[in-house]
């Protein structure tokens, strides 16, 4: 029997993947559990238009992190923080604090692509690696400005 899985289940497939199983272990396992439903042509076919709808949305959000990243690529965002007399930060630079330097000139990035090793903790230029999609990657330099007070 071709069932549609409903859920992920261990040993047979992931949500949404057609599978061949024995007609008792469907009856009384996956269509009982909640696990699975019976494929018919319908749902077949709107399987198949999920996952072409679901590819089509994927490479778009891929076309759009490859032109972010060639714009993206080897620029300077700085970013101004407190600083005492001798120069040393007041707490650090963050991602977040990244993400809002990236914000200021007009780039959407979210903090959690934003990859620092440690939080910067002292004035300078500072590479900074952007993940933005599944493979794709770009580089950044970040200035850290001390403002004294």
Do not use: C, W
């Amino acid at each position: 029997m071709r069932v549609i899985l409903l859920k992920d289940v261990k040993g047979q497939g992931k949500k949404g993947d057609l599978v061949e199983v024995s007609d008792s272990y469907a009856r009384n396992f996956l269509i009982k559990g909640g696990y699975a439903e019976q494929a018919t042509a319908v749902k077949i076919n709107d399987i198949a238009q999920k996952k072409a709808a679901a590819d089509f949305h994927r490479a778009e959000e891929l076309k759009a992190a490859k032109e972010l990243s060639a714009e993206l690529k080897g620029k300077t965002f700085a970013v101004k923080v407190k600083a005492g007399a001798g120069g040393r930060l007041f707490g650090s630079v963050t991602a977040a604090d990244v993400a809002a330097a990236l914000s200021e000139q007009g780039y959407a990035v979210d903090k959690k692509k934003i990859v620092l090793s440690s939080p910067l903790r002292e004035s300078g230029n500072y590479d900074v690696e952007l993940k933005l999609f599944e493979g794709v990657s770009a580089k950044i330099v970040v200035r850290v400005e001390a403002v004294t007070q």
